[in-house]
């Protein structure tokens, strides 16, 4: 059974730190890229950031650079988010998605539920 299960959100103050947590199972996890995105109330759901298989490569967000960082750890399937000097305008429900590319083009993607982050003094 394929799950995919982020944790670790929460209410910060501003300029505080959260980490992320994304735990997938049921899958070759290794093999995927994995994603966070967010979704704020009445916007639509955008990358925040996103690292390789491997994770020898990263990309974020311009409004992310510097304050965020993603990594991964094979070995327990798990994905992070570390999240520092927050904004109120950060608040929003992260996503986690695994993401597999093939070769002959399309993808396979597996969603997590979503955690909630809020920003607020």
């Known amino acids: 059974q394929v799950q995919v299960v982020e944790s670790g959100g929460g209410l910060v103050q501003p300029g505080g730190s959260l980490k992320l947590s994304c735990a997938a199972s049921?899958?070759?996890?290794?093999?995927?890229?994995v994603s966070w995105y967010r979704q704020a109330p009445g916007k639509g759901r955008e990358l925040v950031a996103s690292?390789?298989?491997?994770?020898?490569?990263?990309i974020y967000s311009d409004s992310m650079k510097g304050r965020f960082t993603i990594s991964r750890d094979n070995a327990k399937n798990s994905v992070y988010l570390q999240m520092d000097s927050l904004k109120p305008d950060d608040t929003a429900v992260y996503f986690c998605?695994?993401?597999?590319?093939?070769?002959?083009?399309?993808?396979?993607?597996?969603w997590g539920q979503g955690t909630q982050v809020t920003v607020s003094s």
């Open positions: 049921g899958f070759t996890f290794s093999g995927y890229a």
């Open positions: 998605k695994a993401e597999q590319f093939f070769a002959e083009g399309g993808a396979r993607s597996y």
């Open positions: 690292v390789t298989s491997g994770g020898v490569s990263t």
